[in-house]
């Protein structure tokens, strides 16, 4: 009921305001664009791309190849973890960019979501996965269920 309005309220608020990035502005053009892989001529961002626009994203973790973004959500209780999830997936379809991996671990020790973000049709990180990451990130300080 009024719960999940008050969430869409805090929502849109915070999406009102802007953040800025190595390349773009959640609110501008680019981050409202679907995915499309092949806007970067079908490849993957380099390794020096990659780490520089991981610090937009300071919670995410690259992996040792630059090829994977990474980020492990802890949560107060199990409830607050699996909630999570329609978040992440209504982000992700929006967007038309999944992520490659989901995990959700709501037993009463360390509750948890991890996600893994990836572009196969690059075989690599694309500039979604990072507008994705910071969606999700963003979405989750929205709603402050994050275990602190």
């Known amino acids: 009921g009024n719960q999940g309005k008050h969430v869409w309220s ?3 608020r915070m999406a009102s305001r802007p953040r800025t990035l190595a390349r773009w502005t959640v609110g501008d053009k680019r981050s409202t664009q679907k995915c499309d892989p092949y806007e970067q001529g079908g490849k993957p961002l380099d390794k020096e791309e990659a780490k520089q626009l991981r610090d937009t994203v300071p919670d995410w973790n690259l ?3 630059c090829l994977r973004l990474s980020r492990e ?3 107060n209780d199990g409830q607050s973890a699996l909630a999570f999830l329609p978040y992440v997936t209504n982000i992700s379809t929006n967007d038309g960019h999944m992520p490659e991996e989901i ?3 709501p037993g009463p020790e360390a509750p948890r ?3 893994t973000l990836h572009t196969p049709a690059l075989g690599g990180l694309s500039y979604n996965d990072f507008l994705l990451a910071l969606k999700l990130s963003s979405t989750i300080e929205a ?3 994050v275990a602190r």
Do not use: Q, T, Y
């Open 10 to 12: 805090k929502l849109g």
């Open 63 to 65: 992996d040792e190849d």
């Open 73 to 75: 959500f802890r949560f």
């Open 103 to 105: 995990r959700a671990f």
């Open 113 to 115: 979501v991890e996600l």
């Open 143 to 145: 709603v402050g269920s």
